[in-house]
């Protein structure tokens, strides 16, 4: 597969520093907001508010990123872009575990009915683990020493599993306007970081462009169902249910 040069790659990134940092720091802080916000938003709902399979796809890719410790600092590609996308990836990569967590917790009725939690619990960590082994064949099979071309085709996945999520639940739980916010703002960023600022012709190509205009049209699109759904603002809007209790409490 025809892809990146590396090396190439990085001193571009190096040439146009101050985009990147820039462009890409925006990109990075609302990533922040929609891992941390699903997080809180599961929590809140209590329910699971990543679709399985995105969990599961997304936990062993960003765990990944980390175990290469190495190859950041002080290995082959010691440079500062990758070791501060490493220090973000600590972020996200909590938030999958917190995901995965709340997928056994509050999952079991939705995902394993009828099973008992014991059963819920090692079916989750089953397809935890198949994510693992399936993400090691996809990154064998992939030209991709940087996770450039897989940090963009896992965010495009991201539009899907919310539309997953809004279709298993009509009234939005585990969702917020907040989260896919940060979502589209993440997506718009970064494409246009990894387009203009990237180098080389593989991110000016059509396969490549084409996804990133697909993440951004998708997250918008998103951001127009979840607002049909009635989905809150954001996790600090009491939930219907604690709304409820507050009622009764007062009467």
């Not at 809140?44 to 995105?54: F, G, K």
């Not at 064949?137 to 896992?154: E, N, Q």
């Not at 989260?179 to 970064?190: L, N, Q, R």
Request: proline letters at 4%.
């Amino acid at each position: 597969m025809n892809t990146y040069d590396p090396h190439a790659t990085l001193e571009a990134i190096s040439h146009n520093a101050v985009a990147v940092i820039g462009i890409g720091g925006i990109s990075i802080v609302a990533m922040f907001v929609f891992f941390v916000e699903a997080a809180r938003m599961g929590r809140r709902d209590q329910v699971y508010p990543m679709a399985l399979w995105m969990t599961a796809l997304w936990w062993p890719h960003d765990g990944s990123y980390l175990l290469h410790f190495g190859d950041w600092f002080g290995g082959r590609y010691d440079h500062w872009f990758m070791q501060l996308f490493w220090f973000a990836i600590i972020v996200t990569f909590l938030a999958e575990s917190v995901y995965a967590w709340q997928t056994i917790r509050y999952g079991r009725d939705e995902l394993s009915p009828g099973c008992s939690q014991r059963r819920h619990t090692v079916r989750i960590v089953g397809v935890m683990a198949a994510g693992v082994i399936s993400w090691a064949l996809v990154k064998g099979a992939l030209a991709d020493d940087l996770y450039l071309i897989s940090f963009m085709a896992t965010l495009l996945w991201g539009g899907p599993s919310g539309n997953a999520m809004l279709g298993r639940r009509p009234d939005g739980r585990g969702q917020s306007m907040l989260e896919w916010a940060g979502y589209s703002v993440m997506a718009v960023c970064y494409s246009i970081t990894s387009i203009f600022f990237f180098g080389g012709a593989f991110f000016h190509s059509w396969p490549y462009v084409g996804i990133c205009v697909a993440s951004c049209v998708w997250s918008f699109v998103i951001i127009g169902d979840a607002k049909r759904a009635g989905v809150p603002l954001t996790s600090w809007h009491p939930s219907a249910r604690s709304s409820r209790s507050e009622g009764l409490y007062h009467r």
